[in-house]
């Protein structure tokens, strides 16, 4: 069974950066593509990047390009996101996820493995 665990959340002042982990158990994560995904308070939950099983691909919302890098390394078993420029409104609870499929896809019904979140939290 893979399980995944989020750490790195806190609390940062708007413009500073932040870095979250994703460490996955289980011996398929290296054929595994992975994303995170963000829900702020009192919204839907929305995709932020995901990145393909070699980590030669990636993809981004909109709202996180040029801010945000996703990585991996499939020797630790573990994904990353950068976050740089925060923003009050990067503020949410953050995820990472295990898609079902083979494309660093953003949409996010096509993950089935999901973390129990972290949270961000962006002072202004």
């Known amino acids: 069974q893979v399980r995944l665990e989020e750490s790195g959340g806190g609390l940062v002042q708007a413009g500073g950066s932040l870095s979250l982990s994703c460490a996955a158990s289980?011996?398929?994560?290296?054929?595994?593509?992975m994303g995170w995904f963000r829900q702020a308070p009192g919204k839907e939950r929305e995709s932020v990047a995901a990145i393909s099983a070699s980590g030669s691909t990636t993809s981004y919302a909109d709202s996180v390009k040029g801010r945000f890098t996703i990585s991996r390394d499939n020797a630790k078993n573990t994904v990353y996101l950068q976050m740089n420029s925060l923003k009050p409104e990067d503020t949410a609870v953050y995820y990472c996820a295990r898609a079902r499929v083979l494309y660093p896809t953003i949409e996010q019904v096509f993950y089935n493995v999901w973390g129990q979140g972290t949270q961000v939290t962006v002072s202004s």
């Open positions: 289980g011996r398929t994560f290296s054929s595994a593509v």
